[in-house]
């Protein structure tokens, strides 16, 4: 149930095709210090045995899994994380993606630093092919209140470009004023970046989760660039145009 002291949380969970993932990062969800009210899976057309795990585990949450699958046509993250939050009932979104861990207090210092016109942008922890944590990415381990506070307003350009959707967090009401995603970026690369400058220009403003909302990040080969290029020249022009509205969004899967 909703605790009636705080917003409605959904925690929002990308995901495609890797269920051992998957595990580790539910089995996360489990130990959490503050649990979610809904847990919300994007599923960008995985296979079946997605689903059955899916299902075999909801009674051992308190909270419902809604699970939202389209068919397999490519990397099509931004359409299904529209799909997702189209149908997410919580007030505020904590997303991230099917491949990180997160720490014990991670929804905790989240619901801790939300505040009404801010998104929230965190940090991850690499992890290397043996399971180590790459050393330039040990002082993201680090848990540290008094420090958080510090870096709570430490922002450029450069960190906003390159937010990364596996350690994010914002108000629905914010997201849908901007219609969301925007569907023309295909492929991977500078989604949740367009998304970000959008939300900035519309006049939310951005708060650094630094020393709390620990993620480890599982390590996996390198991405497909073949549409990088593409998908930077719609950030810049959203940068360069200053804009708060993208044509092709979330506003199709809403409910009139």
């Not at 269920?19 to 990062?25: C, E, N, P, T």
């Not at 849908?176 to 367009?194: A, L, T």
């Not at 900035?200 to 990088?228: C, Q, T, W």
Request: hydrophobic letters at 40%.
């Amino acid at each position: 149930m909703p605790n009636e002291k705080r917003p409605k949380i959904t925690l929002l969970i990308s995901t495609y095709n890797w269920v051992d993932a998957l595990k580790r990062v539910l089995k996360g969800v489990l130990m959490q210090t503050v649990l979610p009210d809904e847990i919300v899976i994007a599923d960008d057309g995985s296979r079946e045995d997605t689903k059955k795990y899916i299902d075999s585990i909801r009674k051992q949450f308190s909270m419902p899994i809604i699970h939202v699958w389209h068919e397999d046509n490519g990397f099509r993250r931004s359409v299904i994380l529209n799909k997702a939050i189209a149908q997410a009932t919580g007030d505020y979104i904590i997303e991230i993606d099917g491949d990180v861990i997160p720490e014990r207090h991670f929804i905790q210092d989240h619901v801790e630093v939300m505040k009404q016109g801010y998104f929230v942008c965190g940090s991850r922890v690499m992890l290397q092919e043996d399971g180590s944590v790459r050393t330039s990415h040990i002082g993201n381990l680090l848990r540290i209140k008094l420090l958080r506070k510090v870096f709570a307003a430490y922002k450029t350009k450069f960190s906003v470009r390159h937010v990364r959707g596996c350690n994010f967090a914002f108000w629905k009401k914010d997201f849908f004023s901007v219609n969301g995603y925007n569907e023309d970026i295909v492929g991977w690369g500078r989604e949740d970046s367009e998304l970000v400058f959008r939300l900035i220009y519309k006049g939310v403003k951005e708060e650094r989760l630094k020393f709390g909302g620990i993620i480890r990040h599982i390590y996996h080969g390198a991405p497909s660039m073949d549409n990088f290029s593409h998908n930077h020249d719609l950030l810049c022009e959203t940068m360069r145009n200053r804009t708060t509205w993208c044509e092709n969004g979330v506003n199709k899967y809403l409910v009139k």
